[in-house]
Nanobody, 123 residues
Framework: VQLQASGGGLVQAGGSLRLSCAAS????????MGWFRQAPGKEREFVAA????????NYVDSVKGRFTISRDNAKNTVYLQMNSLKPEDTAVYYC????WGPGYVDQDQYDYWGQGTLVTVSS
C-alpha cells in the first residue's frame, strides 16, 4: 500500500485547510486510517483516526470541534478538514493505514505511512 498526502500549505490563524491522503490498493475500504503530526522539535502525535466498518472516529482533544476526518472508499482517499487553525497546529501531517481496520490512536499499530505534508499556521 502506498499513501500520498497532499493539501498542506501556509494559512493564517483562523483559516482552514483540507488534507487528502490517496491510497493505492484494492483493500482500502478495510483499512483503518489515521492522521498524525510532528511539530518542530516534538515527537509525532496522534491527531485523528477513522475505522473501516462504520466510520467511527477518534480525535485528540486539542482538535475536537475543529478537525474532521472522513473517508471516501470509492476514491481510496481519506481527508482531514481543518478549521479554526491555530499556530500550534503547525506541523508535518502524516497519514497512515492499518490492515486490521480500527481507528487506532497508537501509531505503532499502523502498517503504512505517507510522506507527510507541511501545514504552517501564521499568527
Amino acid at each position: 500500500v502506498q499513501l500520498q498526502a497532499s493539501g498542506g500549505g501556509l494559512v493564517q490563524a483562523g483559516g482552514s485547510l483540507r488534507l487528502s491522503c490517496a491510497a493505492s490498493g484494492r483493500a482500502f475500504s478495510r483499512y483503518g486510517m489515521g492522521w498524525f503530526r510532528q511539530a518542530p522539535g516534538k515527537e509525532r502525535e496522534f491527531v485523528a483516526a477513522i475505522n473501516w466498518r462504520d466510520a467511527n472516529t477518534n480525535y485528540v482533544d486539542s482538535v475536537k470541534g475543529r478537525f474532521t476526518i472522513s473517508r471516501d472508499n470509492a476514491k481510496n482517499t481519506v481527508y482531514l478538514q481543518m478549521n479554526s487553525l491555530k499556530p500550534e497546529d503547525t506541523a508535518v501531517y502524516y497519514c497512515a493505514a492499518n490492515r486490521w481496520g480500527p481507528g487506532y490512536v497508537d501509531q505503532d499499530q499502523y502498517d503504512y505511512w505517507g510522506q507527510g505534508t507541511l501545514v504552517t499556521v501564521s499568527s
